[in-house]
């Protein structure tokens, strides 16, 4: 009876482990989408601000050329009347104008350069990050294509695994499987664990010698003191009797 009861709980461990990779699974998938959305999101954030950037150097350049336009027109009229001023005042008075008009538009002249390359360079940033939407946009398609298809699979495994849990609940006399949800909603996995050379597997320390003869005896099932576990002798399974879940890992 105690070795069905162990052999019944690890198998019902089992069934946990298996439940907590799916749980997990099912969490990450919905997170996997958010995190690309999160990306795209920022992306598209990133090209507005580029191109109502492109926007603002579009409009300061317009206003360059036209003020260039302008000023040109006013430094040729100014040339067309020069030979007709009267007097020496009036005619340096006319030169300076000029000269403030043409410094003027030469200064604008170099704007309009810097705001040519940085349009340029603004471009350059917009066509990276269409390339990325590119490639970010198919990831994102076929990963909302495959969640759906992702969840329901692993929602149809994980009903499978509930119904598997519930016969192995019944299979283990209900104080014991109290115990064990008891341990479980406490620590971290695993709840049940083999006792081997007197050195408990969940906490790896050694068991005191009095709770060790007892464990061998196999009258009882017993908590590990540090852990608080429930814990078993390995030696009670042999390792051809063994089930699967309590067997070693192949060695490669």
Same mark, same amino acid.
């Given at each position: 009876m105690y070795e069905k009861q162990i052999e019944q709980l690890v198998i019902l461990q089992k069934v946990d482990d298996e439940i907590i990779l799916l749980e997990s699974e099912?969490?990450?998938?919905?997170?996997?989408?958010?995190? !690309? /959305?999160?990306?795209?999101?920022? %992306?598209?954030? +990133?090209?507005? =601000?580029?191109?109502?950037? $492109?926007?603002? @150097?579009?409009?300061?350049q317009k206003r360059l050329e036209l003020e260039i336009e302008e000023d040109d027109v006013k430094i040729k009229k100014s040339k067309s009347k020069l030979m007709m001023v009267g007097n020496t005042k009036?005619?340096?008075?006319?030169?300076?104008?000029?000269?403030?008009?043409?410094?003027?538009?030469?200064?604008?002249?170099?704007?309009?350069?810097?705001?040519?390359?940085?349009?340029?360079?603004q471009k350059d940033a917009l066509k990276d990050i269409?390339?990325?939407?590119?490639?970010?946009?198919?990831? !994102? /398609?076929?990963?909302?294509?495959? %969640?759906?298809? +992702?969840?329901? =699979?692993?929602?149809?495994? $994980?009903?499978? @695994?509930?119904?598997?849990?519930?016969?192995?609940?019944?299979a283990i006399p209900e104080p014991i499987l109290n115990r064990y949800e008891f341990i479980r909603s406490r620590l971290e996995h695993p709840v049940i664990v083999p006792v081997e050379d007197a050195i408990c597997s969940g906490c790896h320390i050694m068991i005191p010698p009095q709770i060790y003869n007892d464990l061998q005896k196999g009258h009882q099932i017993i908590s590990c003191p540090n852990c608080q576990r429930l814990i078993f002798w390995i030696e009670h399974f042999p390792e051809s009797a063994r089930p699967e879940s309590m067997k070693k890992p192949a060695a490669e």
């Open positions: 099912i969490d990450q998938a919905p997170k996997d989408v958010a995190a !690309l /959305e999160s990306r795209h999101a920022s %992306l598209t954030k +990133r090209k507005t =601000q580029i191109e109502e950037k $492109l926007e603002m @150097l579009r409009d300061q009036e005619y340096h008075a006319m030169m300076r104008e000029m000269d403030s008009l043409e410094k003027l538009n030469r200064l604008r002249e170099d704007e309009k350069v810097t705001i040519m390359e940085e349009t340029e360079r269409d390339e990325k939407f590119s490639v970010l946009n198919s990831e !994102l /398609e076929e990963k909302r294509i495959g %969640l759906k298809t +992702r969840l329901e =699979q692993a929602q149809g495994d $994980l009903d499978k @695994l509930n119904t598997r849990r519930r016969k192995a609940c019944d």
